[in-house]
């Protein structure tokens, strides 16, 4: 069995807020830690804000500056070329955002700050919902899933954040997952080494929002992976692209089963959404190959 | 509570010479802030383009550019980042400026009251402009006093070196009480209007207004956080110490004040009585036509009509003493202004009211909706609507002139 050692600098403490078990939270661990004591946090309103805790309590060892819904990337942004006037340059600038504040109501700022290439660490935490409120949808919810906002199942695809965000020609754009703890350490510390808007977009397993079993976090986020559904990539400058980890031949059914928003689902819808996740996998590897062996023009 | 009227002051006539080290500039009212903004120092300016603003954000670019203003212009995809990014850079320990109008103004909405939350002293020009729908570029001061209830500190300019001088006042003020700030001058009669304007040197502005280095700020050395979740005892207690820093403004605005007329030889005052000794009626006004009821006042007076000026510079805090002590024992006043609130009516005339309530022997008072939307109220209107008012008996509602 694989084990991974995670450098605890106790900078994500235990005794925080969230649901036992969340994937979120756990993404926090990992990303607080590998980022280290010299850093300011910047979290919308979010499950993340209540993980974050309430006034006079922290979760987190750092200090946290909680803006609004839409503000994340500007704030972020404020704080970071405040520190530059200040002469100080070490100091890592890390905006923690839900899907929500990201995809949604936030992405004008995010896709402003990109432009910009302002100097931060942009993670977007991503449970595919409005979880904070009671799991509405966002547009990062995928096709057919059911949310209290969409009952019948979302008619919509998820947008492919990452790919927007590589389309802004950043230095740094991965996706990670807390499944692969491993990787999505090691992906937030090369974009803490690196200068400029680094975006790191995490898939996290909400067990209530998402219908899954308190030990299920996990599982659920390897097979998301494991399936295709959402495979583990880095693009640099939008274009130095490297998959870490794709479908290992295992049918999407087997991610949907273990999550009771995908319950209500017949046989072709289930097909349906296999031929989705065939077709994006496909189209991936063909911007992998297309984009192999460019040289970066400004 | 105490507060003090100046005397009348009004910016140098144009052949005074300037003081050793100081520019005299021909200069429209935002090129004025411009130069304001530059000698306050700040490191930060997070800016987003508005007409009738954008001259105040085109000048920095050019004085950042000539090398005379060391700043990191922020150009920001909207109003709403701007302030976003304001606040933080703020609480991170910087002087922070920025400008907006109108629409603009709106966008920042949300952010306004997360400043004065925040207790970030961010000083922010609004000039003057109506808000859509229907879209129109005219002076109205209808966008900033619908942030009255933001917990900006508000300060409404008649001319360009008003707004100059204090928009370096109000970074002195904010600084100490911790509350955001706002200048207000008015779309284009001051916004666009060129008049020859004095900038201090740079050293008598270091002088007057020293490094902001607060002892709370992001900093991972003190480890300090903003804005988490609160509970109720909390957020009253949050409020209620809003509203005592509020209450310092009107003293701290006065020493502001009264410090930089020693240094600079300009002075205003929280507000201003012109020719109101043994007066029948007191015009009170804000903004841009304060200087056209000025003209009109000695137009009355020289008529042998005993009617003086009031204006009102700082409205929020809304200045309630000094509005008492200075309208004491005039039987009359009339409102003049260029804003509306519907269903409520002009707002300086309801905050006078309200200001007045339980006073022993107050004036009656006239609400006069006189430049809504831009419309010109030349010194010879004013006249004409003083002289009505001195006849007319007043209505509780504000009442339209043209
Ligand atoms: C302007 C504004 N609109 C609505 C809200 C209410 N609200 C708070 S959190 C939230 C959803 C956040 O979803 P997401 O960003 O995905 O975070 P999650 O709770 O799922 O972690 C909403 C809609 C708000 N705080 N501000
Ligand atoms: S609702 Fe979901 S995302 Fe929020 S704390 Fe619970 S498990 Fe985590
Ligand atoms: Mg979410």
Redesign the pocket.
Known sequence: MHTYELDEQKVFNSGHNACPGCG?ALAVRYVLNTMGPNTIGVI???????ISGPQPYSSMRIPVYQT???ASAASAAGISRALKRQGKHDVNVLAL??????????FQALSGAAERNEDMVYVC?????????G??K?S?TPYLAVTSSTPGGKPSDKKDIAEIMAAHRIPYVATATVGYPDDLARKVAKARDMKGMRFIVVL?P?LD?WGVADDGAVRVSRLAVDTGFFPLYEVEDGERYTINHGPKGIPVERYLEQQKRYRHLDEDQVKEIQAGVDHRWSLLQARVESMAGQARIR | MSATVATPRRSPPANQAPAPGDLRLLLSGNHAVSYGAMRARPEVVPIYPITPQTPIAEKISDLQLAGDFDVDLMTAESEHSAMSACITASLTGVRVFTATASQGLFLMH?MLHYASGARAPIVMVNVNRTIGSPWGFWPDQTDSLAQRDTGWIQYYTENGQESLDTVIQAFKVAEEVLLPAMVVHEAFYVSHALEPVTVPSQERVDAYLPRFDPPHKLDTEIGESWGNVVNQDMFYRHRKDLGAAMNQVLEASVRADADYKDAMGRGYGILEKYRTEDADMLIVAFGAMVGSARVAVDMLRAAGKAVGLLKIKLFRPFPVEAVRAAVAGVPRLVVMERNFSPGGGGVLHQELKAALYGMPDPPAVHGYLAGVGGVNVSPKKIVELAEKALTDEPVPDSVWQR
Request: glycine fraction near 16%; include cysteine.
């Open positions: 979120e919308p309103p979010s499950c993340i804000a209540i609004t819904l839409e955002a839900g899907d929500g504040g990201t995809y949604d109501i936030g935490l991503d449970n595919e919902g409005y979880m904070n409120t799991a509405q966002s990062s996290t909400c929002g | 949300e």
